[in-house]
C-alpha cells in the first residue's frame, strides 16, 4: 500500500511539473496597473506622457481639396509609418465616402523632420475590376466595378537597404461583401528610390480564386531587375512579415503561420528570444523561431482593456517596452502602457486625448484616434530615439505623434521656460502639443525674440500646447501672452489635476475680454488689446480652494477655484472651448452618411503668443 501511495505521489509531482511546464511555455504579457481609462471623457483622465507632440498631417476636406488630398475623399485609415534615407513616411487607403466603398486607391505622405509633411501623392491608383467578373458566393456580377484597398502592412526594407511600400486590392461585389475574404485580386510592392521616385506596381501576391491574366500588374517575377525579384523573395520567406497578410491573404495560404483570422499583427522580440505577437483585441501569444510557428492559439493579455481596435508593441530606444492602444470598448483615447521586460506592464498613461469633429457621414466610421501603428521591426530608427506613431482620427484624418524616450508622465523640477532663453530646437522638449494642418503650435521668432505661437483657422478644432508641471497643493504660476487679434478667436488656459480636471480657468474671448470662470458665469478681468503684452501671476492653494490673480501688476484679485482639485499637475493654453461630444451613447452608423453642417466653412485665423511660463511650489 505505502509502495502504491509512493509511486503515485510520484506520478502526481510529474503530472505537476508537466503542467507547470507548459504554465511556464505560456507566459504571456499582462497588465498588472490599476489605472483604467474613463470612457466618459476623450483623455480618459490619464495623465498624459511627457513631450507627445501630435501633428495632424493630413486633414480631409470635400471642399477644399487642394488643402487636403487633391480629391476631395474622406474616408482616409490604416497608416503604417517607416523611416528610411532620412525620411519618414506614412502611407494610408482612402475612398471617397466610406469603409470597402469602391473606388479606392492608397496615398503616401513623407517628411523629413516628423514636423513638416508633403502633400500626399497616390502610390495604389484606382483598379478596375474587368467587367462580367464573378466572386464565388455572391450574386452580382461586376460592371464598372473597383477594387477596394486593405493593407495591415505598408513598407519593408529589404537587408541590402532596399525600400518598399505594399497594399493589397480586394474585391467588394455588393453592400457588406468583404474584401478581406481571401477572395480578392492581391497584394501589390513598388520600390521607393533614394531620391523619392517610385518604381513600377507589381503583384507580389495573388489570391488563388483570382484569375492572373486579367491583372493590370504583372507579377514581380517578370521584373528585369534581379535585386528587385531577390527582395521579394526575401519578404516571402519572412513568416513576420507574412503573418501581417493573414486577414487578406488565401485562407489555406502555405507562407502564413497562423492562418486563423486574427486581425492586425503587431511583435517584438523580448531579451530571451522569443518574439512576442499581437493582435486586435489584445490577443496576444509567443514564438520561439521567428514566427514560424507560435507557442498556443492567442489569448487575450491579461489585464489588458481593448476593443475591436488596433494595438501596437514595440520595442524602446531604452531598451524597454510598450504597447499602445484603444484602453476601452470604444477607440478613445489612445494610451500607452510601458514594460520593463515586455511581459509585465503595470502602467497606463494618455498619447491622444483628444477627438475632432467627425465632419463627413460615412460606413464604418469610428470616432477617436484609432488603429495605430508605429515603426515595424527593420523599417529604420529615427536618429531622435523616439516612438513614432501613426493612427487616423475618426477614420477621416491622419495623424503623427512623436513620443520622448524613456516614456514618462512626470516632471521634477519647476518651470522656467522664458523661450527665448531655451536652446534652438528644445524649446518644446517637455511641451505636448496638438497641432493641426489648419493650425499649428511651433516656436517662432518675432522682434528677434522666439515665442510659442498658437496658430488656427479651422472651423471644427482647436490647436493646444500643455506643460505637464510637478504636482502641487500649492504652487506661483505666471505667464505672459500676447495675442495679435482680440476681435475673433479665443483661447482657453487652464490649470488642471492628474486627471485633467480643471480648477482654474482664463479665457482670451473674442469679444475682447480676458475673462476668468466663476462656476456657471464669467467674471471680465480686463479689455485687452491685439498685440499688447500681458503678464498674468496665479497664487494657489487647493487645500483652501482660494487663489489670488494679477495682470500687469494690477492689485491682485482673490478668487474660488470653480471646481475642487487635490493638486495642479498640469497647465493647459487652448485655442477653443472643450468638447464633450462624441461620447459613448453618440451613434455611429448613420445609414444616410449624413455630413454635419458647413463643412467647407472657412475662418480667419487667430493667434496668441507665449512669451514665458514658470511654476514654482510653495
Known sequence: MMVFQARKCVVLSIMLLVLGSLNAQQDTLKYVGKTRSNIDYHHGQLSPVVGVHATQIMRASREHPQKSDGFGWTYNHAPNIAYWNNTFFVNYLSDP????????????????????????????????????????????????????MHQRMGFFTSSDNRFFTLAYYGIVMEPHDDPNDGKGIGRVIREIYKDGSLGPIYFIRYNKSWDRSKSIYPFYTHSKDKGFVDACNELLATPLMMQQWVEEADRDDPLIPLKKEYKAFSYYRIPDGRVVGLWK???????????????????????????????????????????????????????????????????????????????????????????VRGIVEGNGTPPDDKMWLTYSMNKEDIWVASVPVPITSQVLDDVNDVFDDLPDGEELNFWNTYNLSWGSVEIETKNAEKLLALRDADPFDYVRAERIIPFSEKMQVSMTVIPEQNDHGLMQIELQNRQGMPAIQFIFDNDGNLKLKAGYRFRNLLKYEAGQTYNIDIDLDTTTRFF?????????????????????????????????????????????????????????????????LTTKKR
Open 97 to 148: 465616402v466610406g469603409e470597402h466603398i469602391p473606388p479606392s486607391q492608397s496615398l503616401l505622405i513623407t517628411s523629413d523632420d516628423g514636423k513638416k509633411w508633403s502633400f500626399p501623392k497616390v502610390v495604389f491608383p484606382v483598379y478596375d475590376i474587368p467587367d462580367g467578373y464573378v466572386k464565388e458566393g455572391v450574386d452580382a456580377v461586376a460592371h464598372n466595378l473597383k477594387a477596394v
Open 281 to 371: 483585441h489584445a490577443l496576444t501569444s509567443m514564438s520561439l523561431d521567428n514566427g514560424k510557428t507560435w507557442q498556443y492559439e492567442p489569448i487575450r493579455a491579461p489585464g489588458f482593456v481593448n476593443g475591436n481596435a488596433k494595438i501596437w508593441g514595440q520595442k524602446t530606444a531604452d531598451n524597454k517596452f510598450a504597447t499602445v492602444y484603444n484602453p476601452s470598448e470604444f477607440r478613445w483615447p489612445l494610451a500607452v502602457s510601458t514594460s520593463d521586460d515586455g511581459l509585465d506592464y503595470s502602467n497606463l498613461w494618455l498619447i491622444h486625448g483628444e477627438i475632432s469633429r467627425l465632419r463627413y457621414g460615412g460606413a464604418y466610421k469610428s470616432h477617436g484616434p484609432q488603429y
Open 548 to 612: 489670488t490673480v494679477s495682470v500687469n501688476n494690477s492689485e491682485p484679485k482673490r478668487a474660488l477655484f470653480f471646481q475642487p482639485v487635490d493638486g495642479i499637475s498640469r497647465i493647459m493654453f487652448r485655442t477653443g472651448k472643450q468638447r464633450y461630444y462624441p461620447n459613448p451613447d453618440t451613434p455611429v452608423d448613420t445609414p444616410d452618411y449624413i455630413d454635419i453642417p458647413n463643412t467647407g466653412t472657412s475662418i480667419p485665423e487667430a493667434a496668441f503668443n507665449i512669451k514665458s
